[in-house]
C-alpha cells in the first residue's frame, strides 16, 4: 500500500487519540447505547444502564441512514440535544453519526467523536469535511470496502489536517446470509499492521445477531483490537432501528465482565517471562 503516504505504519510511534480521560490505544475503549436516540428518557435510561455496567462512552444516532426513506430517520438535532443531556448526567463522551457536510462543523458542538458510517466511508466529501475538524472521527469501514480502500479513506482525512482517526471493523457483504455482515477480524490485525490508528471493532452490526455479540467480542480483544463498538437497548422489541441486534443492559454488563477476565489473562499472559524449554516442563 505505497499509496498511504501519511498513514501508513512505517516506523511510526502508534496514536493515541484522547477523548477527555480516555485515549484510545492506550485503554481499551467500550461504547455502548442505542442504535438510535428514540427520547430523552430512552437515551438517558440507557446511558446510565451502560455506565453502570462499565462502557466508557455513549453512542446514539441522531442521524439514520436507513435503506427506507420510510424508516425513522433519526431526531436530527433534538436527538443531538439529548444526547448532551445524557452525558451531562452520566459523564460519558459521545458518538454520534454524521451524514451531510452541511452538518459537520455545528455537530461538533454536541459529539466528542464524529462517526462517519459504513455507507458514507468514501464520501469523499465528507472525508474532507471531518478533516478539517480537530473532533476525533470514527470511521467505520464500508460494507463493500478493501482494507486499501478503507485505509485510503483515513488518508483523506489525514491528509485535511486531522490525525485523530479511530478505525472500526463492522463487517462486509459476502455471500453468507446467517449473519448480517461477515465479521472481517483479520482486518482488525492487518489495519494495525499496516498503519498507526487505532482500530476498533462492532459485533453488533458485524453479525446481526445477539447471540453471536459475545463470542465475536472476545475474538475482537484477543485479535488486538483497541476497543468495541455495540448496540444496547434497554428495550429492544420495541427499538425504533436495529431491534434484533441490540443487548439488554444485563445482557451487556455481562459482556462487560467476560472482556475484563479475558484482558487480565491477557495481560498475565504478555506479562509470563519466557515461552521456553523452562516452562514446557
Ligand atoms: C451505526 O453504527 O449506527 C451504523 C449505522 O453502523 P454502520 O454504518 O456500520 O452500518
Ligand atoms: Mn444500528
Not at 37 to 58: H, P, Y
Amino acid at each position: 500500500m505505497d499509496n498511504l503516504k501519511l498513514a501508513a505504519l512505517k516506523g511510526k510511534k502508534r496514536s493515541v487519540i484522547r477523548v477527555g480521560e480516555i485515549g484510545f490505544g492506550e485503554d481499551f475503549v467500550v461504547i455502548a447505547g442505542p442504535c438510535s436516540v428514540e427520547s430523552e428518557r430512552q437515551t438517558v435510561e440507557i446511558a446510565q444502564a451502560v455506565k453502570q455496567g462499565g462502557a466508557d462512552m455513549l453512542r446514539g444516532g441522531a442521524f439514520k441512514p436507513r435503506t427506507s426513506p420510510y424508516n425513522f430517520q433519526g431526531l436530527g438535532l433534538k436527538g443531538l440535544k439529548i444526547l448532551e443531556k445524557a452525558r451531562e448526567m452520566t459523564g460519558l463522551p459521545i458518538v454520534s453519526e454524521v451524514l451531510d457536510t452541511r452538518d459537520v462543523s455545528w455537530m461538533c458542538e454536541y459529539v466528542d467523536v464524529l462517526q462517519v458510517g459504513a455507507r458514507n466511508m468514501q464520501n469523499f466529501s465528507l472525508l474532507k469535511e471531518v478533516g478539517k475538524t480537530t473532533r476525533p472521527v470514527l470511521l467505520k469501514r464500508g460494507m463493500h470496502s478493501t482494507i486499501s480502500e478503507w485505509l485510503n479513506c483515513a488518508e483523506y482525512i489525514l491528509n485535511e489536517g486531522n490525525p485523530n482517526i479511530i478505525l472500526c471493523e463492522r463487517g462486509i457483504r459476502t455471500f453468507e446470509t446467517y449473519t448480517r455482515n461477515t465479521l472481517d477480524l483479520s482486518a482488525v490485525a492487518a489495519a494495525k499492521e499496516l498503519t498507526f490508528l487505532p482500530v476498533i471493532v462492532d459485533p453488533t452490526h458485524g453479525t446481526g445477531k445477539v447471540s453471536l455479540i459475545s463470542p465475536m467480542s472476545l475474538a475482537a480483544v484477543a485479535c488486538g483490537a483497541d476497543g468495541l463498538i455495540v448496540e444496547v437497548h434497554n428495550h429492544p422489541e420495541a427499538a425504533l432501528s436495529d431491534k434484533e441486534q441490540a443487548l439488554t443492559p444485563p445482557e451487556f454488563e455481562e459482556l462487560s465482565r467476560k472482556i475484563r477476565s479475558l484482558r487480565a489473562f491477557m495481560e498475565a499472559l504478555s506479562e509470563r517471562p519466557s515461552h521456553g524449554k523452562e516452562e514446557k516442563r
